[in-house]
């Protein structure tokens, strides 16, 4: 392996500081976050902003609205033998809003499914304002999708 680089190194030291920082309160990424690792998908629910828009791996249209997404949510988690997101990432590097990733890992029968969740808050709201899913391999995510239509 090369060697790790200074700007890397300063990457994650920013991620594990802004994460774990204490000082104020936590915003809406880190609240879903909370929620999940409590296995509370109405809790998580609350954190989306009325208008939230959701991309995902099983189609190319946006989930629209607080109530879609949520139903997706509750979807995935009712499909899925365990879910868990096991980080949260954060990119501040940029003078924009904070991106943030949720990387999660997931069990559907045999298969297991692994991705992450980025994230973007809309600050005037502090709720998640885009959610786009991200997971591999297929053939997890095709498990996952004939378990939430119902064709086992």
Excluded at 9 to 35: Q, T
Excluded at 37 to 56: I, K, S
């Amino acid at each position: 392996m090369g060697r790790i680089s200074k700007g890397f190194k300063r990457h994650v030291f920013s991620c594990r500081r802004v994460a774990a920082s204490r000082d104020r309160p936590m915003n809406a990424a880190e609240r879903f976050l909370a929620a999940s690792r409590a296995h509370d998908v109405e809790a998580a629910a609350a954190e989306l902003a009325p208008d939230v828009v959701m991309l995902n791996p099983a189609s190319d249209e946006a989930v629209n609205g607080r109530d879609a997404v949520a139903a997706a949510l509750r979807g995935v988690a009712a499909a899925c033998d365990e879910f868990r997101h096991t980080h949260l990432l954060v990119d501040t590097a940029r003078n924009e809003r904070p991106l943030y990733g949720l990387v999660f890992e997931a069990g559907v029968g045999d298969h297991r499914l692994r991705g992450v969740d980025l994230i973007e808050i809309d600050e005037s709201l502090d709720r998640i304002a885009t959610f786009t899913v991200m997971a591999r391999p297929v053939a997890a995510l095709m498990a996952l999708g004939a378990r939430m239509t119902g064709s086992r």
